[in-house]
């Protein structure tokens, strides 16, 4: 039996002597399913990256306990339980302290056991700890190290972890007992970093990050964003030691153990040519998305700057020395401070006291605009008079007069500008846009859509709230990401009604909208950044046509189709997030911003064109403009430009 959360990859092959069960640690019901006629149960299940206190305890301990119910029901004779080395640290996050309570759960229970606690395990190409750090090596100038980078980890390879678990899974002289799990090679946080270099024949230099600030931050990002990169779980790992038994494993368990140099050889085996980027196309039996069939690459080096070093000219500044075959040339701000902050984050990239001196003296391809938008119009227009393509962060513009003028710039012969609406590289909504337009759910009858974020609950300030400088509120600034996803799912409405609320200063919190189609169907929109309850931003939209309906929101797809159309089959299809195509291998907030970045790039070296381009972003912004429109007149309703 597995029990596992999702059916996926390997597990969807049937196989005679495995049956799989769909299910989580939450459900009594299927935990009793994944255990019946069991007589030994192997508990791998975790909430390792959950940084909310009460949800880890409700997984890691009380789904441990009832886990142990369903064993007693179905008189199960032993559990391997599997742990981690963070229970035993000095200091404890959330993942840490739950094992820990569970470890004691296990113990309690009366059910004869055996708890194996592994140090950092590595042994699968292409994912996990060690191929990150490889790219990291590979992409960026400098790698971040939270602390001294002299805590020791003992990584142990994939296949000796199993060998063990497979061992106790009969051993009665094992029973009752703990072992940590450590690889032969006792080596530092900084030592592996090194011994990884020499594999990929990469070297670059390390910034320690300390860890009482880092810890710091773990904690106001997570209060300030609800998910934060980095967690109080990995910021201990790497700065609360352990109290570890390094004998007790090594003298039961006689295995030929994985040295490193071995099992980074084998981990760091590179893709074939022509299999770069390619990973898992998801789900078998479904359509894949074009947009997300392979991670882009651009098929020559190209140069590319930043303008802007604000929140998404970091991100786009880290995606970029990410991204293969890209350079990062050159950054400016109007704050040199901020160019200080960046190099101290580990990039070297020159930085420019202006745009003009930028684009004289670093010379890029593509330039990365992350200006506020009432700048978007002036600097691109710098950009593409200097012979370099420009990426322009939503929206297009801060009005349709400026985002016009942008359209018609991009329209000039060998021109190359976009427009960056992640969300067309988000794995659910790629999925979902192709279904539609390739008619799966058939002629659109009618829809909803949603976008809220919990951001704002007072009087703000700075360009964001000006709307000389933004051209809005919560629409300009969040869900035009939607409106660019009703656009390109559907095409562009001809008319909106809207109202709006303003609740803490001259823009708009709150929208609700009604776009009609040119066939007549009616599309809702709602959207807030003053509503509790969305840490991240959640994106909903529900499509009705003649064949079926369709259900996108940012963790799942679900079709409902009458009839088999498209590649899709008749009756309800889900496919959550781990379901779907995910080529990318750096993951920022999502693997949408690296997808984007690539794609861009790969356009600007002679590739296909990205989904974001100026014309689209024109439409946008005339929906945009129609709908501002439409709540200043109290929900008359607009035409909408073409």
């Known amino acids: 039996m597995a029990l596992v959360r999702t059916v996926r990859g390997e597990l969807k092959l049937p196989r ?8 989580d640690m939450t459900d009594a019901g299927s935990l009793d399913r994944a255990v019946a006629g069991c007589d030994v149960v192997v508990h791998l299940a975790n909430a390792t990256a959950v940084t909310d206190w009460a949800k880890a305890r409700a997984i890691n301990v009380d789904g441990t306990r009832a886990l142990l119910a369903a064993c007693e029901r179905a008189k199960v004779k032993r559990l391997v339980f599997t742990s981690t080395l963070s229970a035993l640290r000095e200091k404890r996050g959330p993942y840490g302290q739950t094992k820990l309570e569970a470890e004691v759960v296990v113990r309690q229970s009366g059910m004869p056991f055996v708890i194996l606690r592994p140090s950092l395990v590595y042994g699968a190409h292409g994912v996990g700890l060690v191929a990150n750090l490889a790219a990291y090596l590979r992409g960026l100038p400098a790698v971040p190290v939270i602390g001294d980078g002299k ?76 998910k934060f990169p980095v967690t109080e779980d990995n ?56 947009l997300m069939a392979a991670m882009p690459r651009p098929q020559r080096p190209v140069r590319v700057a930043v303008v802007g070093l604000g929140k998404l000219g970091v991100a786009h500044t880290a995606v970029l020395s990410m991204v293969p075959n890209t350079e990062l040339v050159g950054v400016t701000d109007l704050a040199p401070a901020l160019g200080k902050s960046l190099r101290g984050m580990g990039y070297l990239a020159p930085f420019y006291p202006s745009v003009t001196e930028l ?106 709230v000006d709307p000389t400088k933004s051209g809005g509120g919560v629409v300009a600034n969040i869900s035009s990401h ?55 931003s959640a994106t909903t939209l529900e499509v009705t046509g003649t064949n079926g309906t369709i259900t996108v929101t940012n963790e799942s797809v679900e079709l409902n189709l009458t009839a088999a159309a498209a590649g899709w089959p008749a009756g309800v299809t889900k496919l959550l997030h781990p379901e779907l195509p995910q080529p990318s291998r750096f993951d920022l907030n999502g693997e949408a911003y690296t997808l984007e970045d690539a794609a861009f790039a790969a356009w600007v070296a002679g590739g296909t064109e990205p989904p974001g381009t100026a014309a689209l972003g024109l439409d946008v912004q005339r929906m945009m403009g129609a709908l501002y429109a439409s709540c200043d007149k109290n929900g008359v309703e607009v035409e909408v430009a073409r």
């Open 16 to 23: 005679e002597r495995l049956t799989v069960v769909k299910g």
């Open 151 to 226: 805590i020791e980890l003992d990584p142990i390879h994939l296949n000796d972890v199993n060998e063990i678990i497979v061992q106790c899974l009969t051993r009665d002289d094992v029973l009752g007992k703990a072992y940590d799990l450590l690889g032969p090679d006792r080596i530092s946080f900084d030592g592996f970093l090194d011994r990884l270099s020499a594999e990929i024949g990469v070297k670059k230099p390390y910034v320690h990050l300390p860890g009482g600030p880092m810890l710091l931050a773990a904690h106001v990002g997570k209060a300030l964003l609800g």
């Open 235 to 290: 910021v201990l790992g790497l700065t609360s030691p352990a109290k570890i038994d390094r004998e007790g494993a090594f003298r039961d368990f006689k295995l030929a153990w994985t040295t490193l140099d071995q099992g980074l050889r084998d981990v760091l085996i590179e893709p074939q040519p022509g299999d770069e980027g390619a990973i898992a196309p998801g789900r078998a039996g479904v359509p894949v998305a074009p």
């Open 359 to 464: 684009l004289a003296q670093a010379k890029p391809d593509a330039v990365w605009i992350c200006t506020p938008p009432h700048a978007h119009e002036p600097v691109a227009r710098q950009v593409v008079e200097a012979g370099a393509a420009a990426f322009v962060e939503k929206p297009l513009a801060h009005s349709v007069e400026s985002a016009e003028a942008l359209a018609a710039l991009a329209a000039r012969p060998n021109a190359k500008v976009a427009c960056g609406y992640t969300l067309a590289f988000w794995p659910s909504f790629a999925a979902a846009q192709h279904a539609i337009t390739s008619g799966a759910i058939g002629e659109v009858k009618s829809a909803k859509s949603s976008m809220f974020l919990s951001q704002v609950f007072g009087p703000q300030k700075g360009w964001i």
């Open 482 to 536: 939607l409106l660019f996803v009703l656009r390109w799912c559907l095409g562009q409405p001809v008319a909106v009604k809207g109202e709006w609320k303003k609740l803490y200063g001259a823009v708009e919190d709150e929208v609700k909208a009604t776009f009609r189609l040119e066939n007549g169907a009616e599309v809702s929109f709602e959207s807030s950044w003053s509503v509790k309850g969305y840490n991240m």
